[in-house]
């Protein structure tokens, strides 16, 4: 059964049709990479996914409820969350308060007011930071917990974008090209983490331009081109597509 359903989704921006009816389906705990040229219309489908920018047309389904024109965080809350190509780390809280801001509400309002500081609301600040230090270990980021984020590696603040979306317990991650700007050690660990997380069930679609790493991080793979799927299936075929080639400018990916 699918998780989620993305049926005939189009974005215009003006005429433009940034993405033009594309149809997808996601099944629970799989790993989907979608690659394209420049423009090709990636990040406009996450947004439309995600929430930031609504479909112009079509439907988009998760977990069996509609969510076409539902808030980012009310989809979060469902379980369907997002990073971004840069990421949007707070640069002068640290690392540990990255990952607390991630857990307070959407208006931003801070989950333990000083003002109604109650014993329930101090032992679910405690649980909070207990997890957010959990997740800091599992990404191998224990060591720059108190480092501000804004003085991080561009790995590193991937990662942390990474332990953001994880407070929220997501049952799907969209990834928006995780591996920009980040040297090959990370790109690796990056991956590691990320197949951790599909192994324990976490459903992901990845939007990458680094080919090799998205092949072999992805169960399947999707090419987008002019905003439209042009190849869809087993990454090594789809790859090998001569369409696909093609639309790379006759270069071997
Ligand atoms: N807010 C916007 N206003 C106008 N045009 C936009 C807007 N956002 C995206 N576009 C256009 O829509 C098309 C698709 O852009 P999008 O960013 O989705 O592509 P992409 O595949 O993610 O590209 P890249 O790999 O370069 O990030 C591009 O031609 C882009 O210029």
Known sequence: MSLLKVEAVTRQF???????????????????????????????????????QPPDAGQIRFAEHDITRLAPHRR???GLVR???????????????????????PQGERLFNAFVQTRSLREHEAQ????????????????????????????????VELGRVLM????????????????PVLIEEICERVR??????????????????????SNRMIVM?????????????VLDDPRVQEAYM???V
């Open 83 to 105: 990073t971004f190509q840069i990421p949007r780390e707070f640069k002068s809280l640290t690392v540990h308060e990255n990952l607390l801001a991630a857990a307070a509400n």
């Open 128 to 159: 909070i930071a207990a997890k957010a230090d959990g997740i800091l270990q599992f990404l191998n980021l224990a060591r720059v917990r108190d480092v501000k984020a804004g003085g991080l590696s561009g790995g590193q603040k991937k990662l």
């Open 225 to 237: 081109d002019r905003g439209r799927i042009l190849a869809e299936g087993d990454p090594h075929r």
């Open 168 to 183: 929220l317990d997501p049952r799907c991650i969209l990834l928006d090209e995780p591996f920009a700007g980040v040297n």
């Open 76 to 78: 979060a809350r469902l």
């Open 196 to 217: 951790e997380l599909n192994a324990r069930g976490i459903a992901f679609i990845v939007i990458e331009h680094h080919l090799q790493a998205l092949k072999s991080l």
């Open 14 to 52: 003006g005429g433009f049709k940034a993405v033009d009816e594309v149809s997808l389906q996601l099944a629970s705990g799989e790993l989907l990479g979608i690659a394209g040229t420049n423009g090709a219309g990636k990040s406009t489908l996450f947004a439309a996914i995600a929430g930031q």
């Open 250 to 252: 006759g270069g071997v």
